[in-house]
Structures are given as structure tokens and as C-alpha cells.
């Protein structure tokens, strides 16, 4: 990982309570153990639908948010936002009805077999075009893994040939369609977000503001840093962290924060994701910090999200500070083992709870 010299003089930073717009909470024990993390730091969190089997109707939205809410403290003021996983057959009814009635914040494209639990994903967007006419014309925003699918792209090329491919086309049909573009690799995709209208955004994940390709291969395969989009060449991530501090608001907080076991991830074919929850808000403080950018956390973290989604701003604050923060090995509950992002780091931030 690369540490940048740390100009700034600042030793403490209260913001408004952030939101993570792009998270994994995952259901049965996992959900148990890593919901309080996402809890602890957001005010909301978009909660990804890629369980098994996935999210696609109102009713099953319904019912995995309360879950969400049972696995944490009752008095919890978080408010998980739910999202319908598009699938080539889905019911544009199910989804504007969804929406209309506050189910459904948004919904979400993986191409099919993109990712984890991405099997049911859709086969070509055009298949869906229907959906995606209803969601334009309700203003429900449409989140997408932009990776296209085919082993014979190289997989580091995969989100800058999915650009080319589908993504400007789907922006020139729906011209009226709010789009986030989910955990962006490339500054491909940061030109693409940038150049396009003020409909388009996307998020930016704490590891790939952190990691490049290489750090996958440093003195051997770190399976905990494998994640999808794959981290890429330098130079992208520079222009990922370019964008992050830049004060677009087309630029925003999702952590991506994927939990597997490490029996999953280490392993002869080892699933993809970075849990990167507990300690996330830290992790973007100490890269902005490096950038000397502290001054545009709050921007990113906390309003330029709500922004584009058109919900209010959180009303309560949090405090940042700087102090010595050794992030744990492993990350035990009952029998879940994970080794979390920055593992065995001294991240050089502490987070405060609201002030
Ligand atoms: O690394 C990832 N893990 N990328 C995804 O798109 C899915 C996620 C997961 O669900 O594990
Ligand atoms: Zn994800």
C-alpha cells in the first residue's frame, strides 16, 4: 500500500455523519456480525441485494430490512436503503412499485457472472430496457457493476471496455436516467463520470483509492486484497484519488465492503471483496489527509451522495482524529474469521462517535 507524505496540520475533523452509498451486509451470521460496523460510522448505506437468492422483489426487500434492523442495537437510528438486483427477467411493475411505496431506493445492474452472486444478473442490457424506461421516467436511480463479462476482455480492461461498449449507449438512450457508477478502477471511468452530464456519478471504494494491481503480488498472492473491479495500474488509481478530493459532486463515498471468510478467500479459487467496514471512514480520512485534502471529506463523505440521491443531509456530526489506530489481524465472531483492510496497520485515525 502507498503512504504518501502527510502534510496537513490538522488533528481533528468533525463532519456531518456520512453515508455509504455501496455495501455488502450479507444475511444470516455474517449480517450479525458485520451489520453494527456499516451502523456504527453511517447514517445510511445503500445495502446491495446479491444474496442468495437475490433481492428482486418488494416483499423480499421488506423482509431483508428488517432483519438488517434486528441485527443491530434497537435503538439504531441507521437506515438501511434498499435496492432490487435486476435480473433478465424482471417485472418493471414490481419495480416502480417498489419505489413508489419507499421499498426500493434503487436498482442495481450487474452484468451476469460479473461477481459474487452475480449469476442471475442480467445477460444484455437490452433485455431490460423496458425497467429502465420505467426508472427514468420515475427518476430511480440505477446503479451499475460496470465490468463487461467476456473472458476474452483482459480483466483489467473489463470496466473501460464496458464504457465503450454499454455504458454510453445506455446514457445516450436514457438520456433522463440518474446513474451511478459503482466503485470506480479507471480514470477511463473517472473522464467518462466527469465529461458526462450531471445525471451521471459514481462512487469510489477506500481500497482502491489505496491499492494498485501490484499490491495484489507483493511478496507473494494476497487474496485479501482481490477484489472486483480489480485494482489497476497506478496511474489510475492516482486519477481515482484526483477525483475523490476534487469537490465534484459527482464524486462519492461507497466502501464496497465485501466480508468473506478467509476459508473463502484463501483458497484454490477464492471469492472477491475487501472488508474494509470497521474501519472505513478512517481509511478515506487517512487518503484525503495524505492529499492534503481533509477540508473535502465532508463533500465526498457526507454530501454530494444524499445530493445526487435527492434525500436530505444527515443532521448529526461525527469526529475524526488523528491518534494511533493498530486496525486487528483478524476480525473474530463465533466461528467468522476475517481479516479486514488495513489489517495489522497503524491507520492514524480514530473515529468518534456523534459530538
Ligand atoms: O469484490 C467484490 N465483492 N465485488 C463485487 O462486485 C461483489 C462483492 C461481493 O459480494 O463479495
Ligand atoms: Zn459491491
Known amino acids: 500500500m502507498h503512504k504518501q507524505q502527510q502534510t496537513s496540520a490538522i488533528n481533528s475533523l468533525r463532519i456531518r455523519r456520512p453515508d455509504d452509498w455501496h455495501v455488502h451486509l ?3 451470521d455474517m449480517l450479525q456480525m458485520v451489520a453494527h460496523y456499516t451502523a456504527h460510522q453511517f447514517g445510511r448505506a445503500i445495502i446491495m441485494p446479491n444474496l442468495a437468492p437475490p433481492i428482486t422483489t418488494a416483499a423480499a426487500a421488506i423482509e431483508y430490512r ?5 441485527a443491530l442495537p434497537a435503538n439504531s437510528r441507521f437506515k438501511p436503503l434498499m435496492t432490487c438486483y435486476l435480473t433478465d ?3 418493471p411493475k414490481e419495480v416502480e412499485n417498489g419505489f413508489k411505496e419507499e421499498v426500493f431506493t434503487a436498482c442495481k445492474l450487474y452484468p451476469a457472472n460479473a461477481t459474487t452472486n452475480s449469476a442471475h444478473g442480467v445477460s444484455d442490457v437490452r433485455t431490460i430496457y423496458p425497467v429502465i424506461e420505467a426508472m427514468q421516467r420515475i427518476g430511480m436511480p440505477l446503479l451499475i457493476h460496470g465490468e463487461v463479462t467476456d473472458c476474452d476482455v483482459d480483466i483489467f480492461d473489463r470496466e473501460a471496455v464496458f464504457i465503450e461498449r454499454t455504458l454510453s449507449v445506455l446514457v445516450d438512450d436514457f438520456p433522463e436516467l440518474k446513474i451511478i457508477f459503482e466503485h470506480i478502477t ?3 471511468a473517472v473522464n467518462f463520470v466527469t465529461e ?5 456519478a459514481a462512487t469510489i471504494t477506500p481500497h482502491h483509492l489505496r491499492i494498485n494491481r501490484s499490491d495484489m503480488f507483493k511478496g507473494g498472492i494476497k487474496p485479501h486484497l482481490y477484489c472486483l473491479p480489480i485494482a489497476k495500474r497506478e496511474a489510475h488509481r492516482t486519477a481515482l484519488r484526483k477525483a475523490a478530493i476534487s469537490g465534484s459532486p459527482k464524486f462519492f463515498l461507497g466502501t464496497d465492503s465485501a466480508p468473506h471468510v478467509i476459508a473463502a478467500k484463501e483458497t484454490s479459487c477464492g471469492c472477491a471483496g475487501i472488508f474494509n467496514a470497521p474501519y472505513a471512514i478512517e481509511s478515506y480520512a487517512l487518503t484525503f489527509d495524505e492529499e492534503n485534502a481533509l477540508d473535502k471529506l465532508e463533500g465526498f463523505a457526507s454530501i454530494h451522495g444524499p445530493n445526487f440521491y435527492g434525500l436530505p443531509l444527515n443532521e448529526d456530526y461525527i469526529l475524526i482524529e488523528r491518534g494511533e489506530n493498530k486496525v486487528p489481524e483478524h476480525i473474530i465472531s463465533g466461528d467468522i474469521n476475517i481479516i479486514p483492510f488495513h489489517n495489522s496497520e497503524d491507520i492514524s485515525w480514530v473515529y468518534k462517535c456523534a459530538t
Open 26 to 28: 450479507r444475511d444470516d
Open 66 to 70: 428488517k432483519r438488517i434492523m434486528s
Open 89 to 91: 427477467n424482471i417485472d
Open 186 to 188: 479507471t480514470k477511463d
Open 196 to 200: 458526462s452530464g450531471t445525471l451521471i
